[in-house]
């Protein structure tokens, strides 16, 4: 029977399956638990949540955190982009950025959340933790975009002589679109996540994170749990609409005859 829906239809019962499942175990542990303050229910979560939206405060502290964990987003990705150009295209530049990148990657956030707190100031936390989880992200995606350029193409180009600058142009740069598009997707969840941690660990006033911290400091757990359901729909609002920001780019390159369409497997 679930095979004759319509896929969109298969998704959606699917989610609301899968929701129902987690609600109820959520419900049935708060039960066994029997202290709010330790595991509140559902609906007191949902009534919380209902709170905060009727306020204006929680509109001007989403806002902000969303600006200043966009600016580090983008700083993230324009670095995180011409760095893995370089890096493609230079030996002694990757012998040189390679371990960097590496280290960051595998560095514990907290750690370098610490390390910001001492160089920047407490407002500017969030922007750098940002940046410094997109950037490694998308040079990674960029040079595993170059590194598998289509081998037939470039002996064409050799045997036809293509400067440097048509080389990049007509199959470096269409063959890193798709992976580079994936990477964008994953780190902006990743970026936002970081930026909220390190919005807690700074107490940046007026942000997501402070008001994170403020109801684990006067054990408002349902306010916790409310903050937190903020964060992951934002996330994914983040991902979705990254995701068809690029399908409609993807669709006007075919459109003007794009090359990179037709190989993007992700």
Not at 172 to 198: D, H, M, N, Q, R
Request: charged residues 15%.
């Amino acid at each position: 029977m679930l095979n004759k829906l319509p896929n969109t239809a298969k998704k959606i019962l699917k989610f609301t399956l899968a929701l129902a499942f987690w609600l109820g175990l959520w419900l049935i542990l708060s039960h066994i638990v029997g202290i709010e303050i330790l595991v509140p229910s559902p609906s007191n979560v949902a009534v919380t949540l209902k709170e905060m939206l009727m306020q204006k405060e929680f509109y001007t502290i989403c806002l902000r955190s969303f600006l200043r964990i966009t600016c580090g987003y983008v700083l993230g990705v324009a670095v995180g982009s011409a760095l893995g150009m370089l890096i493609s295209f230079s030996s002694i530049l990757n012998s040189i950025f390679k371990p960097f990148l590496t280290a960051v990657k595998t560095t514990p956030v907290v750690s370098f959340i610490i390390l910001a707190l001492i160089w920047i100031e407490r407002d500017g936390v969030p922007v750098f933790i940002t940046f410094l989880m997109v950037m490694p992200i998308v040079s990674a995606g960029i040079i595993t975009g170059i590194e598998s350029a289509d081998e037939s193409l470039l002996e064409m180009a050799k045997a036809y002589k293509f400067s440097f600058g048509k080389r990049l142009k007509y199959i470096y740069l269409p063959s890193a679109v798709p992976s580079f598009a994936s990477a964008c997707e994953t780190a902006i969840g990743l970026g936002w996540k970081a930026g909220v941690a390190a919005e807690v660990i700074c107490m940046s006033r007026g942000t997501v994170g402070k008001a994170l911290k403020d109801s684990q400091i006067y054990m408002e757990t349902s306010e916790l749990f409310a903050w937190t359901a903020v964060i992951i729909v934002v996330s994914l609002i983040l991902e979705k609409l990254l995701a068809k920001l690029f399908d409609i780019i993807f669709k006007k390159a075919v459109q003007k005859g794009g090359y990179f369409i037709e190989h993007r497997n992700y």
